[in-house]
């Protein structure tokens, strides 16, 4: 079973800039889609960006498109989540998730492990 460790939330002021990371345990990553997530408080997970196995195909969210960047390394067992231009609206805590296909995929149900969590706040 596959674990992911996130790592890179923190505060934030507007405008700025963010990298969230997220290392997978399992061996065949590479054979995984990955996605990132996020909750902001009072409200429902929602999708943010989404990779497929290879890392040349991605999908994102309307509100971050334009800002944010998925990316992987599958030699290092890692995605990431490049965040520019931040908002307060982006506030939230970011979830990465792991997909058993290689195809990527924005439903949060279609994923199979997830990890913990990072917090990140964008103050005004």
């Known amino acids: 079973q596959a674990q992911l460790v996130e790592s890179g939330g923190g505060l934030v002021q507007a405008g700025g800039s963010l990298r969230l990371s997220c290392v997978a345990s399992e061996r065949t990553f590479s054979n995984y889609a990955m996605g990132w997530f996020r909750q902001a408080p009072g409200k429902d997970r929602v999708f943010v960006a989404t990779i497929d196995w290879s890392g040349y195909s991605a999908d994102y969210a309307e509100s971050v498109k334009g800002r944010f960047t998925i990316s992987r390394d599958n030699a290092k067992n890692t995605v990431y989540l490049q965040m520019n231009s931040l908002r307060p609206e982006d506030t939230a805590v970011y979830y990465c998730?792991?997909?058993?296909?290689?195809?990527?995929?924005?439903?949060?149900?279609?994923?199979?492990?997830w990890g913990q969590g990072t917090q990140v706040t964008v103050s005004s």
């Open positions: 998730a792991a997909r058993r296909r290689i195809a990527y995929s924005a439903n949060q149900l279609d994923y199979d492990y």
